[in-house]
């Protein structure tokens, strides 16, 4: 039997930032949420596209041709291949909708990547 999602208050279960958290899988898609504040890492997915949607604070999409600010209720698709950094303000809080096999910084490795293995269910 499967429970509804209350969005709210799997916010409300982490402090931790650009270190997604995994809420519902549908077919091969993972919804994630994650907060955010300041820039996470330059990076893209050869083979996956990755949809943000705010629901709190701005998140900046940054593009190698150019910025997408996305506020509140807002979302944006950046499609694979296409190479960006997201950037915060802070206690942004977004969602991703993303295939499974998308690797959270692509191929750019930092302290803040979050192998697939280690993301967390919520």
Not at 7 to 25: G, N, V, Y
Request: with cysteine.
């Amino acid at each position: 039997m499967d429970n509804k999602i209350n969005i709210k208050e799997k916010f409300s279960l982490f402090t931790d930032e650009w270190t997604p958290k995994i809420i519902a899988q549908s077919n091969s898609q993972l919804v994630k949420v994650a907060k955010g504040s300041g820039k996470l890492v330059w990076h893209k997915h050869d083979n996956e596209d990755e949809l943000f949607l705010v629901f709190k604070g701005e998140l900046t999409l940054h593009l190698r041709e150019k910025d997408i600010v996305l506020k509140e209720g807002e979302m944006y698709v950046v499609h694979k291949g296409v190479e960006h950094c997201p950037s915060a303000t802070p206690d942004t809080h977004f969602m991703m909708i993303e295939p499974k096999s998308t690797a959270h910084t692509g191929e750019a490795q930092s302290e803040i990547t979050v192998g697939y293995e280690k993301q967390e269910w919520i």
